[in-house]
């Protein structure tokens, strides 16, 4: 909940009031450019006044249609695109059973060509007029204005970890107001205390809260339903974090069987056709850039061998999906030894969590260096991607005894087919701790589209030419 109640109903009454008169100016101009312009030759004239009484059907249909797929709604944490696709999929419905009235109704022959750019045309305004809401509401929650007003229940680290998840996206962290405390709790929380729990009801009136949010991992049942009976008195919506709540990532939808009301988690990974497409891109992908890069293949093969003894190939056993172990290969960047001397430089870790990393390792050959800035060596890694193995873009495989460090939680980044790059290779590489890392590879795993990998693949290059954060 961002917005107060009254708040988001006038906002979106003044969105729905847009899906009215906007297509009333969209084919309105449409029907101006076909007969009024002079950019079409106009053999039949028909005047406005035929299309007045259409076009009020057709802008009634929009407004009807965007409302009842709720596109009045400001949406503010939406993407574009999301908004876009939406929108444009309400116009097509919105403009069904005007079109099919006009094949069925003979009593007068409106011009299709007026339809189809109105359609477009409305869609565009339609479109910006939702963006336009967005901006101007984002703008006014970062002023704290029209927030819902949220109180804390608990004032522990449960809670403060609960707070430092919702002050990711400041708009939901925009309304937080203060916390109070359960019986016996010490407060450790980053936020202002008001009182403890016998104050509820005072504060409840006082501060003229929206939403009560209960974030403490061991509420007893008498005092979950003593906020909740407060809560209803005043009209204020009560939220409960549970224990568990790092583990509910994904699609949550609640359902009833008689009288019990269960909270299911619905699998988002990508399977099905979605994973048919992601390999296609991977095995077309691959075969292009192996033919493309081949040259430099040759190169680079040159390189690491006449600089220094040892292989030109280095085959590390890696963790892929649901945890089945492969070969990845790369080229060779550190001198022949680098793993048996592994031991030595372990107290010398420069990364958190379970992977090692130091910015200057002496086991990396000068030519290693140069290879590891720009991810050369990760190239061979197309091979790979070719034979199912990786993907061009997904959470990058870990070795086995990462994995063996692994939270419960972060082991659902091997859910999937590892890739050669990924959200964390866009976002700063080795730079950014081991938790943002496996944060931003979860994400991946249930935000994943084939737009996000081209942007993701898009972005790499730019990534890769830097070298920021990469040794």
Known sequence: MILRRRTERAIGQIIWLGYFVLPIVGFSAAWWIRFKSGLFAVPDFQPYDEYKIPILIVASFWAIVFAARGLHKPDITRRFHSEAARIGAASLIAMVFPMALSFIYRGYFYSRLVMAMGTVITYLLCLAHKELAKFVVRHLVLKKIGVAKKLIVGCGDFAQKVVEAMRRDPYAAAGIVGMISLPGERCTADLPYLGDIDDLRELLIKHNFDEVIVAHPNVDEDTILRIIYECRKEFVQFELVPPFWNLL???IVVERIGDVHLTAFADVAMKGWQRVVKRIMDIVGSLILIILLSPLFLIIALAVK???PGPVFFLQERIGRNGRKFKMIKFRSMYADAEKRLAEFLDKNEA??????MKRDPRVTPVGRILRRFSLDELPQLFNVLVGQMSLV???????????????WQLRRIDVTPGMTGLWQISGRSDLPFEKM???DIYYIEHWSLWLDIKILLKTIPAVISGKGAY
């Open 306 to 308: 006449l600089s220094s």
């Open 394 to 408: 997904g959470p990058r495989p870990p070795l086995e005894r990462e994995v063996k460090q692994y939270e419960k």
């Open 249 to 251: 990532r994904g699609k």
């Open 438 to 440: 496996v944060e931003l």
């Open 352 to 357: 958190t969590g379970p992977i090692f990393k």
